[in-house]
């Protein structure tokens, strides 16, 4: 199966380009940047990586972006995670990037954005890695803060495919940015939002998402499961859910491969991913893995989330055909 899954193409949805710092380019950037980290080492940064929930996850993550200060930075980032993208066969990912997380801090939307685009650029010509990149609003902030991002955004639209909200989900639901996610829609974005596992009021804030917001697609989501009425509209919609396996694990002490199991036997487009892979120490292969040594789960399981992946992505028709045949091509002849 290892084999099997390193060879499978893939696509990736649901994966944080901050979430993809790495210890080793954290430390160099760091030097480069003249920044002092409080760690003597890679592996000393590493074994700070002590969290058990969203909450202390988030005040390690949000601390370690202080590297990242221009725009060969920013390029650095995204270009480390499309190379190791290319060594797991993901041939299409969709990005997430948090710009306010850097604009409070002083560095410019367009430093951001112009370094991460540089590194898309390249992995299309040199990796043959296609992505598109999503732009993620921080729910812990206001939605007045949200809408200036968005506004600032959109000189750059061209180069995003979509907007999704992420944070702390605590107090922060999804129609606190109502207004801000109605422009992106009349602006021609895809809409999608994180739906954490075990938050406060999880039901209500997919009920949110699903009826209010209008979203395309729910990153997370599993909560859907205790209510039969909310799966019937996710599987009636054919919304994807971009489930994490490991780092639910890390933040809800379950890799809830049981519940990705009972999502596919719903017929919801369930997919997984690997979210902050830096932090929870597994890209999208291993969290395949888990699923398969820890969950128990088939071949054929695998190969649907995979294909619920393509399936949910949001490119044109034709690309997707691309992908799909590709994938069953692969399976046709490993079978």
Same mark, same amino acid.
């Given at each position: 199966?290892? $084999? ?12 944080? #380009?901050?979430?993809? #710092? ?10 480069? %940047? ?5 760690? *003597? ?8 990586? /002590?969290? &058990? ?10 601390? *370690? ?19 190791? *993208? ?13 710009? =306010? ?8 939307? /367009?430093?951001?954005?112009? $370094? ?33 991002? @968005? ?12 907007? $999704?909200?992420?944070? /702390? ?9 109502? !207004?801000?996610?109605?422009? !992106? ?8 939002? &994180? ?35 909310? +799966? ?5 919609? $054919?919304?994807?859910?971009?489930? +994490? ?13 049981? =519940? ?24 999208? %292969?291993?969290?395949? @893995?888990? #699923?398969? /040594? ?5 071949? *054929? ?20 055909? &691309?992908?799909?045949?590709? #994938? ?8």
């Amino acid at each position: 199966m290892s $084999g099997f899954i390193q060879r499978l193409p893939k696509t990736e949805l649901h994966v944080h #380009l901050e979430g993809t #710092l790495e210890p080793d380019l954290s430390f160099s950037l760091a030097r480069k %940047n003249g920044i002092d980290l409080p760690y *003597a080492s890679p592996e000393a940064l590493l074994q700070a990586y /002590d969290f &058990h929930d969203l909450p202390s996850f988030l005040t390690i993550y949000y601390k *370690a972006m202080n590297v990242l200060q221009d725009e060969s930075d920013f390029y650095a980032l995204t270009w480390a995670y499309l190379c190791k *993208a290319k060594e797991q066969n993901i041939v299409y990912a969709e990005l997430f990037f948090d710009p =306010q997380a850097h604009t409070s801090r002083g560095v410019a939307f /367009d430093v951001v954005i112009r $370094g991460i685009r540089r590194a898309q650029e390249q992995a299309a010509a040199e990796l043959g890695v296609e992505t598109q990149l999503i732009l993620c609003f921080l729910r812990d902030f206001s939605a007045e803060s949200a809408m200036q991002t @968005l506004v600032e955004a959109l000189p750059w639209k061209h180069w995003l495919v979509g907007v $999704g909200l992420d944070s /702390d989900e605590k107090n922060n639901p999804p129609i606190k940015f109502s !207004a801000v996610f109605a422009l !992106a829609r009349a602006e021609g974005l895809k809409l999608t939002m &994180h739906c954490d596992v075990n938050q406060l009021n999880t039901l209500v804030h997919i009920g949110q998402v699903l009826h209010e917001i209008g979203v395309d697609r729910i990153d997370h989501g599993i909560n859907a499961l205790e209510d039969p009425e909310l +799966c019937r509209v996710i599987a009636e919609r $054919g919304l994807g859910l971009t489930v +994490c396996p490991v780092s639910n694990r890390f933040c809800v002490q379950d890799l809830t491969a049981t =519940q990705l199991r009972q999502m596919l036997q719903l017929g919801m487009r369930a997919t997984v991913n690997s979210d902050d892979p830096a932090y929870f120490r597994a890209y999208l %292969n291993e969290n395949l @893995l888990a #699923l398969q /040594d820890e969950g128990g789960m088939t071949r *054929a399981e695998i190969v649907q989330l995979v294909r619920n992946g393509f399936e949910v992505a949001w490119i044109p028709e034709e690309r997707r055909s &691309h992908y799909l045949h590709a #994938l069953n091509q692969y399976v046709a002849s490993a079978s």
